[in-house]
């Protein structure tokens, strides 16, 4: 199994990005994608998840700022991000779970210059 983030990068407050995490090794429809992040010197902490069905939740820090979705075909889950603030600033990694499986990515870097 292999879960691969990308799309990070530096920019400045107020800007967008879109990150993509694309899946191999699992039947990727089935399985719940969620986002979290880790800012320095912080825990990671959960940011958005999209259900097998399409269901989304948010953090409420980004709700109205940030979209997750998915798209089955590709394999790929997305998190647009919208009106960044520099308090955005961390690693981004994506999870795939269901049941008692969990599977994580490597991190993304995003940055937020004010």
């Known amino acids: 199994v292999q879960l691969q983030a990308y799309g990070g990068g530096l920019v400045q407050d107020g800007e967008s990005l879109r990150l993509s995490c694309s899946a191999s090794?699992?039947?990727?429809?089935?399985?719940?994608m969620g986002w979290y992040r880790q800012a320095p010197g912080k825990q990671r902490e959960w940011v958005a998840t999209?259900?097998?069905?399409?269901?989304?939740w948010y953090t409420s820090s980004v709700e109205g700022r940030f979209t997750i979705f998915r798209d089955n075909a590709k394999n790929t889950v997305y998190l647009q991000m919208n009106r960044l603030k520099p308090e955005d600033t961390a690693a981004y990694y994506c999870?795939?779970?269901?049941?008692?499986?969990?599977?994580w990515g490597q991190g993304t870097l995003v940055t937020v210059s004010s």
């Open positions: 999209v259900t097998s069905d399409g269901r989304t």
């Open positions: 999870e795939a779970y269901r049941a008692s499986e969990s599977y």
């Open positions: 090794g699992i039947t990727f429809s089935i399985y719940a």
